[in-house]
C-alpha cells in the first residue's frame, strides 16, 4: 500500500487514539502539584491547541537542576550522551547502563520533569524478555517515557512496550544509531520513494501506539506533511518549522561545542567562551594572588 493510500488510514483510528492517551495517564486525578510538567496525554493535547512543544537534551544532575526551573515541556535523555559526555564518535556506543546512569541523574535534578529516555544501539532488537527488561532500567532510573529509533522491525516490539504500560515516543529521518547505514549524517526523505517510506514509517508508529516522534534531518515540507497526516505531535530537529515542536542538543543551543554546528542549530549563548574566559581569570586571580580575598576567607 503507498504513502498516500495509508494517510487515510488512521481516519478511523484518531478517535481511538485519542480515547487510549486519555485513559492511560498514570497521573489521573492527581492534585496539580503533584503532577509531572506534563504527561504522554498531553503531547497530543498540545498538538489539538496549536502549542508547540519544547524538548531539550540533558545528561546530568546540575543541567537537569538550571532546566527544572525553566519553562521547557520535557527532556530528552538522548543516546547522544555517548559522544557529548563520553567523547566517542557516535551513538552506537551508548549501553543501556549508561542510559539508565544519565537518566538517573537527570531524574534527580528535575525530580517533577517528564523525561524521555533513549533505548540505545540495539537494545530493543533481542528478544521481547530483555527488550522489556531494558525498558524497566530507564523507567526504574526515572524515565516517563523511552524513545526507540526506527520503524522497520520495531513495530512490534513497540506495541507489546505499550501495552505493558510503557509510553513510546518514535524517531524517524536520520536516526543516527542507522549511521553506517546511511553512509555518514545526511538529510533523509529527499527523494520521492524516501518521503513516501518516511510518511507511511510515521503513521505506522502512530498505529503501534508512539505518543510522539522525533523527527530529524528531513526537509521542511516534508516535516510540515508527517506533521499534517498524524494526530499524534511530531517534535522535529532538522525538520523545519511545520511541525508540532522542536528539540535540541543543550550543549549546541549553549554554544559549547568547538567545531561547526549543524545547520539546524541556533546557538543561544556562546557558552565555551564564557566559560574559557572564566578559566583564564580566575587562572589570573589565582597566580596574582588576588583570589581569595579577605571576604572568601575565614577568620
Same mark, same amino acid.
Given at each position: 500500500?503507498?504513502?498516500?493510500?495509508?494517510?487515510?488510514?488512521?481516519?478511523?483510528?484518531?478517535?481511538?487514539?485519542?480515547?487510549?492517551?486519555?485513559?492511560?495517564?498514570?497521573?489521573?486525578?492527581?492534585?496539580?502539584?503533584?503532577?509531572?510538567?506534563?504527561?504522554?496525554?498531553?503531547?497530543?493535547?498540545?498538538?489539538?491547541?496549536?502549542?508547540?512543544?519544547?524538548?531539550?537534551?540533558?545528561?546530568?544532575?546540575?543541567?537537569?537542576?538550571?532546566?527544572?526551573?525553566?519553562?521547557?515541556?520535557?527532556?530528552?535523555?538522548?543516546?547522544?550522551?555517548?559522544?557529548?559526555?563520553?567523547?566517542?564518535?557516535?551513538?552506537?556506543?551508548?549501553?543501556?547502563?549508561?542510559?539508565?546512569?544519565?537518566?538517573?541523574?537527570?531524574?534527580?535534578?528535575?525530580?517533577?520533569?517528564?523525561?524521555?529516555?533513549?533505548?540505545?544501539?540495539?537494545?530493543?532488537?533481542?528478544?521481547?524478555?530483555?527488550?522489556?527488561?531494558?525498558?524497566?532500567?530507564?523507567?526504574?532510573?526515572?524515565?516517563?517515557?523511552?524513545?526507540?529509533?526506527?520503524?522497520?522491525?520495531?513495530?512490534?516490539?513497540?506495541?507489546?512496550?505499550?501495552?505493558?504500560?510503557?509510553?513510546?515516543?518514535?524517531?524517524?529521518?536520520?536516526?543516527?544509531?542507522? *549511521?553506517? $547505514?546511511?553512509?555518514?549524517?545526511?538529510?533523509? =526523505? %529527499?527523494?520521492?520513494?524516501?518521503? /513516501?517510506?518516511?510518511?507511511?514509517? #510515521?503513521?505506522?508508529?502512530?498505529?503501534?501506539?508512539?505518543?510522539?516522534?522525533?523527527?530529524?534531518?528531513?526537509?521542511?515540507?516534508?516535516?510540515?506533511?508527517?506533521?499534517?497526516?498524524?494526530?499524534?505531535?511530531?517534535?522535529?530537529?532538522?525538520?523545519?518549522?511545520?511541525?508540532?515542536?522542536?528539540?535540541? *542538543?543543550? $550543549?549546541?543551543?549553549?554554544?559549547?561545542?568547538? =567545531? %561547526?554546528?549543524?545547520?539546524?542549530? /541556533?546557538?543561544?549563548?556562546?557558552? #565555551?567562551?564564557?566559560?574559557?574566559?572564566?578559566?583564564?581569570?580566575?587562572?589570573?586571580?589565582?597566580?596574582?594572588?588576588?583570589?581569595?580575598?579577605?571576604?572568601?576567607?575565614?577568620?
Amino acid at each position: 500500500m503507498g504513502a498516500e493510500s495509508s494517510l487515510t488510514s488512521t481516519t478511523w483510528e484518531s478517535e481511538t487514539i485519542r480515547e487510549f492517551f486519555a485513559n492511560t495517564s498514570i497521573h489521573k486525578g492527581l492534585d496539580p502539584k503533584d503532577r509531572y510538567q506534563m504527561t504522554a496525554p498531553e503531547f497530543i493535547s498540545r498538538k489539538e491547541q496549536g502549542k508547540p512543544i519544547s524538548m531539550i537534551t540533558c545528561y546530568d544532575s546540575w543541567s537537569a537542576a538550571i532546566i527544572a526551573e525553566t519553562d521547557m515541556d520535557c527532556i530528552l535523555v538522548g543516546d547522544s550522551a555517548s559522544m557529548v559526555m563520553h567523547g566517542y564518535e557516535s551513538t552506537i556506543h551508548a549501553t543501556i547502563e549508561m542510559m539508565a546512569a544519565h537518566t538517573a541523574a537527570v531524574r534527580r535534578g528535575a525530580p517533577h520533569a517528564f523525561i524521555i529516555g533513549d533505548m540505545p544501539f540495539l537494545s530493543n532488537r533481542i528478544s521481547r524478555d530483555i527488550v522489556l527488561q531494558n525498558v524497566r532500567q530507564l523507567m526504574q532510573a526515572g524515565a516517563n517515557a523511552v524513545k526507540i529509533e526506527g520503524a522497520k522491525g520495531n513495530l512490534d516490539s513497540i506495541s507489546h512496550i505499550v501495552d505493558s504500560g510503557v509510553p513510546v515516543m518514535g524517531h524517524l529521518g536520520l536516526t543516527p544509531q542507522a *549511521v553506517n $547505514q546511511f553512509g555518514g549524517y545526511r538529510v533523509q =526523505g %529527499k527523494e520521492e520513494q524516501a518521503r /513516501r517510506v518516511l510518511i507511511n514509517e #510515521a503513521l505506522q508508529l502512530e498505529k503501534a501506539g508512539c505518543f510522539a516522534i522525533v523527527l530529524e534531518c528531513v526537509p521542511a515540507a516534508l516535516g510540515e506533511e508527517i506533521a499534517e497526516s498524524l494526530i499524534i505531535p511530531i517534535i522535529g530537529i532538522g525538520a523545519g518549522n511545520g511541525v508540532d515542536g522542536q528539540v535540541l *542538543v543543550l $550543549q549546541d543551543m549553549l554554544g559549547m561545542g568547538t =567545531g %561547526k554546528d549543524p545547520k539546524f542549530v /541556533r546557538r543561544y549563548l556562546e557558552g #565555551a567562551k564564557l566559560i574559557r574566559e572564566a578559566l583564564n581569570q580566575y587562572h589570573q586571580d589565582v597566580t596574582t594572588k588576588t583570589f581569595p580575598s579577605k571576604k572568601e576567607s575565614y577568620a
